[in-house]
T-cell receptor
Framework: GAGVSQSPSNKVTEKGKDVELRCDPISGHTALYWYRQSLGQGLEFLIYFQGNSAPDKSGLPSDRFSAERTGGSVSTLTIQRTQQEDSAVYLCASSTSNRDFTDTQYFGPGTRLTVL | GQSLEQPSEVTAVEGAIVQINCTYQTSGFYGLSWYQQHDGGAPTFLSYNALDGLEETGRFSSFLSRSDSYGYLLLQELQMKDSASYFC?????????FGSGTRLSIRP
């Protein structure tokens, strides 16, 4: 079946605007993860969902970031009042379940966000 | 604090063997994973170790020593397509932490 898809692939926005990033996980995967990757850096874990629930939101960088998941499928990551330091590639991944982050995660192609 | 250390860059020759080390300091540990990422691409899963010892998958092997908080990824019979960044990641109860990545360059 199809892999993880993300949209848009690229997003350029002006500082102060809100942006919404979308992730469609692999069908049947109950766990979904969001990461941020700055140029040449490793992955920064943001948040994960088990079903529609996000047990721990402490990884979100600030209160400008929020995420939701509905129907146990699609998830959106929203960044309000974007800042230039938010510029990065935002990656989404999904797995069949989340047994303490031990299940193989399948990554989407990412959304490259540029804040001018 | 929690941290993972891995070399930033490694260079090797096509056909050779290379080892990428990863040491970690975390509160809580369930396992060590390795991911490969080609330039401009998304990370792909390579291996996972929850117990001490060596796991082999084709040309790639991964090792874990929990007592030493240390693991490595071993790549054999290197091919040019193995040129990529390799990330180690530690899983705990509530999160997963990635290292900064090792950029592997392969020379003919």
């Amino acid at each position: 079946g199809a892999g993880v898809s993300q949209s848009p692939s690229n997003k350029v926005t002006e500082k102060g605007k809100d942006v919404e990033l979308r992730c469609d996980p692999i069908s049947g995967h109950t766990a979904l993860y969001w990461y941020r990757q700055s140029l040449g850096q490793g992955l920064e874990f943001l948040i994960y969902f088990q079903g529609n629930s996000a047990p721990d939101k402490s990884g979100l960088p600030s209160d400008r970031f929020s995420a939701e998941r509905t129907g146990g499928s699609v998830s959106t990551l929203t960044i309000q009042r974007t800042q230039q330091e938010d510029s990065a590639v935002y990656l989404c991944a999904s797995s069949t379940s989340n047994r303490d982050f031990t299940d193989t995660q399948y990554f989407g192609p990412g959304t490259r966000l540029t804040v001018l | 604090g929690q941290s993972l250390e891995q070399p930033s860059e490694v260079t090797a020759v096509e056909g050779a063997i290379v080892q990428i080390n990863c040491t970690y300091q975390t509160s809580g540990f369930y396992g060590l994973s390795w991911y490969q990422q080609h330039d401009g691409g998304a990370p792909t899963f390579l291996s996972y170790n929850a117990l001490d010892g060596l796991e082999e998958t084709g040309r790639f092997s991964s090792f874990l020593s929990r007592s030493d908080s240390y693991g490595y990824l071993l790549l054999q019979e290197l091919q040019m397509k193995d040129s990529a960044s390799y990330f180690c990641a530690v899983s705990s109860a509530s999160k997963i932490i990635f290292g900064s990545g090792t950029r592997l360059s392969i020379r003919p």
